[in-house]
């Protein structure tokens, strides 16, 4: 089963606004990380934020991670209509191996 | 600098053939990885490799084989292909520990599109 899950499904913006999008999963881990996937193309890496930190930024994005939880949450500020895409998280534990989530998929309105 | 390299980007097949996705990187990463990605679905994790010589099983290893005889390349192996095995293939690599404190941050290549009929 996959360690991840992302909420909502799918999420519809106006440009300018900004979009949230939740991470939950179900072990430990050592690192989270968020990818983008644009329409027919390969995933590309935007952002980690390891077990130990509970915040990060990276240019409009912002990560928070709440182990006691296990949830993370993406959140792209002010964005732009070329931020529609697939967005996923990722968890990997001490065996290398990255599992990801089902994705967020998100359109942003001109 | 091509990164990963994956071919054919379309294939079909008939139930019953065999086939070798290859994934190629000119990275000198370690680490190689194949996964599916089916609609709904998200990507779930074929097989894996920490180094030449070395793979493992990841999530759904059933009905696929791969080997690492080089750093280089990673080839997944349908050898009786099935319908539930119509998907997108994507490999990715990394360079272990490059986003520090042993994070494995990959490198996608474009994908292949495979179609089981």
Redesign the interface.
């Known amino acids: 089963?996959?360690q991840?899950e992302e909420d909502p499904?799918a999420l519809s913006i106006q440009e300018g606004e900004n979009a949230t999008m939740n991470c939950s999963y179900k072990t430990s881990i050592?690192?989270l990380?968020w990818?983008r996937q644009n329409s027919?193309?390969?995933?590309?890496?935007l952002i980690?934020i390891?077990s130990n930190e509970r915040e990060k930024h990276s240019g409009r994005l912002r990560v928070t991670l709440d182990t006691s939880k296990k949830s993370s949450s993406l959140l792209i500020t002010a964005s732009r209509a070329a931020d529609t895409a697939s967005y996923?998280c990722?968890t990997?534990d001490?065996s290398?191996?990255?599992?990801?989530?089902?994705?967020t998929r998100l359109l942003v309105r001109p | 600098n091509a990164g990963v390299t994956q071919t054919p980007k379309f294939q079909v097949l008939k139930t019953g053939q065999s086939m070798t996705l290859q994934c190629a990187q000119d990275m000198n990463h370690e680490y190689m990885s194949w996964y599916r990605q089916d609609p709904g679905m998200g990507l779930r994790l074929i097989h894996y490799s920490v180094g030449a010589g070395i793979t493992d099983q990841g999530e759904v290893p059933n009905g696929y084989n791969v080997s690492r005889s080089t750093t280089e390349d990673f080839p997944l192996r349908l050898l009786s292909a099935a319908p539930s095995q119509t998907s997108v293939y994507f490999c990715a690599s990394s360079y272990l520990g490059q986003g520090g404190s042993g994070a494995n941050v990959l490198t996608f290549g474009a994908g292949s599109r495979l179609t089981v009929l």
């Open positions: 089963s996959q991840g499904q050592n690192n990380q990818y027919g193309r390969g995933l590309v890496h980690l390891r996923f990722a990997d001490s290398y191996k990255l599992i990801f989530g089902s994705g």
